[in-house]
């Protein structure tokens, strides 16, 4: 057995074609759910009447059942209800799980904030959404950084599960390319070291962030 | 020195107001009018409720009884937004924007809540940092800046917002001795040109040198309310008579 370098080379288009995928769902999912985890992070740390009970047992759910069956509880569950592609699917299913581990990031980071400058908004006339928006979330998002960075390689991972709803990311190639010449080792090492590469491009991001960050106002992210 | 005068309008009033914390009365059936151009200084032991007379006066914390009246006008949860951009405040901890270079701090309240362009909002603040002596610091992060430089670029942005009245809660008492200094040459610049003012200080010498009138706030109450002179001279009270003796040792 071992690693069989003439299979990889018959199979790099399929590889190539799989990374692609797997780059695309990483990329949107990560946006939306970013903007999604500090919308829902805002709202669990504001107490909104109602609102707040409920996105509160949006995220302990969310974050406390695995994944996969979520993936599948939207893929037979919803597209029974209404026609939605795999594609929607499996970014609204990442969105949801890997959004609420960032909400609590968010929550975390918001309440770390000393009042003052919360009431020092206030006190110069800006509402409560204004000062969450123009200070609060820059901050919050700034000081958490380090940990929304984590989210984004474990987003990055997440998206190899989409392989169980038909999405034809770099696992399920990987799946493909062993069932055809029965060389797991190869075709699995070569998926690993693709992931293995983006967590090392998304570490690279996130020096630069880090000497930004320090350069720009000195908050020290933890 | 502009000294109290009765004909002049009452900015600030407030009337019976009562403030607790659970059982504990802060403020109790408190009144008090403050008036155009004057300088009203407060102070007194620890616990006794300054700070939270300042903050309730800016809607920081709600009041249990009694009211508060802005220029006639009773200020309710619907106005305090409103009321609050002529109200300036400046806390003992600077609490500036940390996400902010010091010319946002200044003008992102002016732009954003007053509505002002953005360059008549910068030559408004440049001309600020320049009376106070601080000008070069525009571009700064408030974590590049001294204690006593973070507190004026505090005062500057309150002052920003063009009050009619300012609040000061004890500016200098998280500063070195020789910061302490250069902010109170800022609040006696205001002064000089008859900004009105509630500040809460220790600085005994510097609030005999500006006050119109001084408070002294002891367990929940106004005890003594006098003009400065009599207020260091005249009162006949036990309690203050020994808060001044070890203030002023
Ligand atoms: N948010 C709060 N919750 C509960 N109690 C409070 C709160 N803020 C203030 N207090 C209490 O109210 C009382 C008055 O506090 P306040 O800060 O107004 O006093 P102060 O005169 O400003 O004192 P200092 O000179 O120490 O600043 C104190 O007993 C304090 O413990
Ligand atoms: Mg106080």
């Not at chain 1, 987003?155 to 989409?162: E, G, P, Q, R, Y």
């Not at chain 1, 070291?193 to 996130?206: E, H, N, P, R, S």
């Not at chain 2, 403030?19 to 008090?32: H, I, P, Q, R, W």
Request: net charge positive; glycine share 6%; aromatic share 10%.
């Amino acid at each position: 057995m071992g690693f069989n370098w003439r299979i990889l080379a018959g199979t790099r288009d399929m590889y190539l074609d799989g990374l692609l995928v797997t780059i695309l769902y990483s990329i949107v999912a990560i946006i939306i759910a970013v903007l999604w985890g500090i919308l829902i992070g805002s709202i669990n740390f504001r107490r909104v009447k109602g609102l707040s009970l409920i996105t509160r047992a949006y995220t302990t759910f969310f974050r406390e059942t695995p994944l996969l069956v979520q993936i599948y509880f939207w893929f037979y569950g919803l597209s029974r209800i209404m026609p939605v592609s795999a594609s929607v699917i499996g970014v609204m299913a990442l969105v949801f799980n890997d959004g609420a581990f960032i909400a609590e990031i968010v929550r975390g980071g918001l309440q770390s904030i000393d009042r003052g400058q919360e009431e020092a908004a206030y006190s110069l006339g800006f509402s409560k959404s204004q000062t969450l928006f123009y200070f609060l979330i820059p901050q919050a998002v700034r000081k958490t950084q380090d940990s929304i960075m984590n989210m984004v390689s474990i987003i990055i991972k997440d998206t190899s599960l989409l392989m169980w709803i038909t999405i034809t990311e770099l696992t399920y190639v990987a799946h493909r390319v062993n069932s055809k010449f029965y060389q797991p080792i190869t075709a699995y090492l070569t998926a690993a070291a693709f992931y293995f590469t983006l967590f090392l491009i998304v570490q690279g991001i996130k020096k630069l962030m880090d000497r930004r960050a320090e350069k720009k106002n000195g908050l020290i992210a933890t | 020195m502009i000294f109290m005068n009765d004909d002049k309008a009452v900015i600030l009033s407030l009337q019976h107001v009562t403030k607790a914390f659970g059982k504990n009365t802060v403020l109790d059936d408190m009144s008090l009018d403050v008036r155009e151009h004057e300088i009203v200084v407060l102070c007194g032991p620890s616990g006794g409720g300054k700070s939270t007379l300042l903050r309730t006066i800016n809607g920081l914390e709600k009041i249990n009884d009694g009211k508060i009246i802005y220029r006639g006008e009773q200020v309710t949860n619907k106005n305090i937004k409103n009321i609050r951009k002529h109200i300036g405040i400046v806390f003992q901890s600077f609490n500036l924007f940390d996400n902010l270079t010091v010319r946002d701090n200044l003008i992102i309240a002016p732009v954003k809540v007053l509505k002002k362009s953005k360059e008549e909002a910068i030559r408004q603040a440049q001309e600020f940092m320049d009376t106070f002596g601080i000008s070069d610091k525009m571009d700064a992060y408030p974590h590049q800046l001294s204690g006593g430089q973070k507190q004026r670029v505090a005062i500057v942005r309150a002052m920003m917002m063009e009050p009619d009245i300012m609040l000061f809660d004890e500016p200098t008492s998280a500063l070195d001795p020789e910061m302490i200094k250069e902010v109170l040459d800022a609040i006696r610049r205001l002064a000089q040109i008859g900004m009105t003012m509630i500040i809460v200080t220790h600085e005994i010498a510097f609030a005999k040198e500006v006050a119109s009138r001084m408070l002294f706030l002891e367990s929940a109450s106004i005890r003594v309310d006098a003009p400065t002179e009599e207020f260091f001279t005249g009162v006949q009270d036990e309690r203050l008579q020994k808060f001044l003796s070890v203030i002023l040792k």
